[in-house]
C-alpha cells in the first residue's frame, strides 16, 4: 500500500486495522468475485471451452497442500487449508468464477456455483471436469445451460430407459468413441496449468487465519492472476480491455437473473 501511494495510485495509506476489517467483511467476498468475472470478461472473445476443478491452499505454520491433500481427516494439518473451485477458459486461463470452502468440502457439490454464472456471462459451448463431478444432476445442468459436458465416468457407470437423456448419450461416446471424447476432455489439464500460475508467482500459502479472511486472501489471488493473464493476451492477440463496458454488461445480464428469479 506504501508503494501504491507513492507511486500516485492512492491518496492515503490505510490504517493496518481498515485492511484487517476489510479481508474479514463477508461483503469483501461478493465484491471480489464480482471483479473476477469482469476481470475476464474482455476475454469472452477468445474463449468457447471452459474446464473446472479445484486446488488447496494451506497455510505458513502448517503442511503444504500435497501433503494434506491425500492425508486422513484425523491427521494434523487437514483442517488448515482451503479449497479454491474455480471455472476457467481453457485458452487463456483466466478464471471466470471462483468459489472459496472449507478443504473437506465435496468438489462435485460447487460445480452448479461455477457454471451458471459463466454461462450467463460468457459465451460457452463446453465444459470439462474430472470424474469428481460425474452425476446426472450435474450433466443435465450443463446441457440445460447448453453446453456438452465432457466428463468421465466411474467404472460401474451404466445406461438404462431411466436414465437422463445426457447421461446416455456421453456414456455412449465415453464407451464407444474413447479417442474422440478424450481429446475433448483432456482440455481440462489447461486448469493445473491456471493453478500453478496463481500458486508459484504469487503464493501458494495464505497467512490469514480467520477463515472469512482466508476466503477473501484466496480470491485476491485469483483477480491478481486475472490481470496477468489480460496483459499477456493484451499483447498477444491486442484485445480491447473496457471494464466500464465490462461491469455495465455484468450488471444487465445478473439484474436479469435476479428478475427471472423473483419472477
Given at each position: 500500500?506504501?508503494?501504491?501511494?507513492?507511486?500516485g495510485?492512492i491518496?492515503?495509506v490505510?490504517h493496518?486495522?481498515?485492511?484487517l476489517?476489510?479481508?474479514?467483511?463477508?461483503?469483501?467476498?461478493?465484491?471480489?468475485?464480482?471483479?473476477?468475472?469482469?476481470?475476464?470478461?474482455?476475454?469472452?472473445?477468445?474463449?468457447?471451452?471452459?474446464?473446472?476443478?479445484?486446488?488447496?491452499?494451506?497455510?505458513?505454520q502448517?503442511?503444504?497442500?500435497?501433503?494434506?491433500?491425500?492425508?486422513?481427516?484425523?491427521?494434523?494439518?487437514y483442517k488448515?487449508?482451503?479449497?479454491?473451485?474455480?471455472?476457467i477458459?481453457?485458452?487463456?486461463?483466466c478464471?471466470?468464477?471462483?468459489?472459496?470452502?472449507?478443504?473437506?468440502?465435496?468438489?462435485h457439490?460447487?460445480?452448479?456455483?461455477?457454471?451458471?454464472?459463466?454461462s450467463?456471462?460468457?459465451?460457452?459451448?463446453?465444459?470439462?471436469?474430472?470424474?469428481?463431478?460425474?452425476?446426472?444432476?450435474?450433466?443435465?445442468?450443463?446441457?440445460s445451460?447448453?453446453?456438452m459436458?465432457?466428463?468421465?465416468?466411474?467404472?460401474?457407470?451404466k445406461?438404462g430407459e431411466?436414465?437422463?437423456?445426457?447421461?446416455?448419450?456421453?456414456?455412449?461416446?465415453?464407451?464407444?468413441?474413447?479417442?474422440f471424447?478424450?481429446?475433448s476432455?483432456?482440455?481440462?489439464s489447461?486448469?493445473?496449468s491456471t493453478?500453478?500460475?496463481?500458486?508459484?508467482p504469487?503464493?501458494?500459502?495464505?497467512?490469514?487465519?480467520n477463515?472469512?479472511?482466508?476466503?477473501?486472501?484466496?480470491?485476491?489471488k485469483?483477480?491478481c492472476?486475472?490481470?496477468?493473464?489480460?496483459?499477456?493476451?493484451?499483447?498477444?492477440?491486442?484485445?480491447?480491455i473496457d471494464f466500464?463496458?465490462?461491469?455495465?454488461?455484468?450488471l444487465?445480464?445478473?439484474?436479469?437473473?435476479?428478475?427471472?428469479?423473483?419472477n
Amino acid at each position: 500500500m506504501k508503494h501504491a501511494s507513492e507511486a500516485g495510485y492512492i491518496k492515503k495509506v490505510p490504517h493496518f486495522n481498515s485492511l484487517l476489517g476489510f479481508m474479514n467483511n463477508s461483503f469483501t467476498e461478493e465484491l471480489l468475485k464480482r471483479l473476477i468475472t469482469i476481470s475476464a470478461m474482455p476475454l469472452k472473445e477468445l474463449e468457447t471451452d471452459f474446464a473446472v476443478d479445484s486446488t488447496g491452499f494451506s497455510s505458513y505454520q502448517h503442511d503444504k497442500w500435497v501433503k494434506t491433500r491425500w492425508s486422513k481427516k484425523e491427521s494434523k494439518g487437514y483442517k488448515d487449508w482451503v479449497k479454491c473451485h474455480v471455472c476457467i477458459g481453457t485458452k487463456t486461463n483466466c478464471i471466470t468464477r471462483a468459489e472459496v470452502t472449507y478443504g473437506t468440502l465435496s468438489d462435485h457439490d460447487q460445480l452448479p456455483n461455477l457454471v451458471k454464472p459463466t454461462s450467463a456471462n460468457f459465451n460457452v459451448k463446453a465444459y470439462s471436469a474430472d470424474k469428481a463431478y460425474s452425476s446426472h444432476k450435474n450433466l443435465q445442468l450443463i446441457a440445460s445451460l447448453e453446453a456438452m459436458p465432457w466428463i468421465p465416468f466411474k467404472k460401474n457407470s451404466k445406461t438404462g430407459e431411466t436414465k437422463p437423456g445426457i447421461w446416455n448419450f456421453m456414456l455412449n461416446l465415453f464407451t464407444n468413441k474413447r479417442e474422440f471424447f478424450d481429446k475433448s476432455y483432456h482440455k481440462r489439464s489447461n486448469v493445473e496449468s491456471t493453478f500453478s500460475m496463481m500458486k508459484y508467482p504469487i503464493s501458494p500459502y495464505i497467512k490469514s487465519k480467520n477463515f472469512q479472511a482466508q476466503k477473501n486472501e484466496v480470491l485476491i489471488k485469483c483477480l491478481c492472476h486475472n490481470l496477468c493473464c489480460l496483459v499477456e493476451q493484451f499483447y498477444f492477440f491486442k484485445i480491447k480491455i473496457d471494464f466500464s463496458e465490462c461491469e455495465k454488461k455484468y450488471l444487465h445480464i445478473n439484474d436479469s437473473l435476479v428478475a427471472q428469479k423473483e419472477n
